[in-house]
């Protein structure tokens, strides 16, 4: 979600929270943000948990993950899929590897936190699928 519709949600809340109900109101709908951030840091902590327990780079399958992907999937949600941390290959752009147990690989370019393109990469040395946004 673009952050300034989160912000504009939660001013909104504590508006209406007022003009309906006074200082109760507000109180509510600190506590409705409060719970929805809290909620969001979970689901990121229990991502990058999982991630982080397994092997880095490895994902159990790359034909998968390369039919899977999307382009302006957020970062959290390519961890997801992948259940681990992608093994950096490049700075600029941001690029990420993770490669199955039979030596296929794909690598996911970021830019902006958001995957831009990525690249299919088979072990029997076939030309690379690479996919990027129509």
């Known amino acids: 979600m673009n952050p300034w519709i989160g912000w504009a949600l939660a001013a909104l809340a504590f508006f209406v ?68 941390l992608g093994r950096k290959t490049a700075e600029t752009p941001e690029t990420f590897a993770w490669a199955d147990p039979g030596g296929t690989q794909v690598q996911v370019e970021f830019e902006g936190g958001r995957c831009a393109r990525w690249t299919l990469q088979r072990e029997d040395g076939a030309a690379p699928e690479t996919t990027a946004p129509l």
């Open 17 to 84: 929270g007022w003009r309906a109900w006074g200082w109760q109101g507000v109180v509510l709908a600190f506590s409705v943000v409060a719970f929805w951030l809290l909620l969001q840091f979970t689901r990121i902590s229990r991502v990058m948990r999982r991630a982080g327990q397994a092997p880095i780079g490895h994902v159990a399958s790359a034909v998968m993950l390369h039919s899977k992907l999307h382009a302006g999937m957020p970062l959290i949600d390519v961890l997801r899929l992948t259940g681990s």
